[in-house]
């Protein structure tokens, strides 16, 4: 872990990490996330596999799309 949010628990930026990596989604076939603001979002499972992170926040269905996983924890994103 490089640059990571000092606003979550490290257990849960690992569990974050994990899920990126071993594509883990829900039934539905997205991996659910939350922000450190208060926001949800979601990845579809084909983007996981295509290493795209792609997140659509479920609220305003707005689309953040980030190079690393250190840089999507960076803007306070982690699994919900």
Same mark, same amino acid.
């Given at each position: 872990? *490089?640059?990571?949010? *000092?606003?979550?628990?490290?257990?849960?930026?690992e569990q974050t990490f994990d899920a990126?990596?071993?594509? $883990?989604?829900?039934?539905?076939? $997205?991996?659910?996330?939350?922000? #450190?603001?208060?926001? $949800?979002?979601? #990845?579809?499972?084909?983007?996981?596999?295509?290493?795209?992170?792609? #997140?659509?926040?479920?609220?305003?269905?707005?689309?953040?799309?980030y190079k690393t996983a250190d840089e999507? #924890?960076?803007?306070?994103?982690?699994?919900?």
């Amino acid at each position: 872990m *490089k640059n990571v949010s *000092k606003n979550w628990s490290v257990n849960l930026l690992e569990q974050t990490f994990d899920a990126l990596d071993d594509y $883990f989604t829900g039934p539905d076939g $997205f991996l659910h996330m939350k922000n #450190i603001n208060g926001n $949800f979002g979601k #990845i579809l499972l084909e983007d996981l596999i295509a290493r795209r992170l792609l #997140i659509q926040d479920k609220n305003s269905d707005v689309k953040y799309l980030y190079k690393t996983a250190d840089e999507l #924890i960076a803007d306070g994103w982690v699994i919900d």
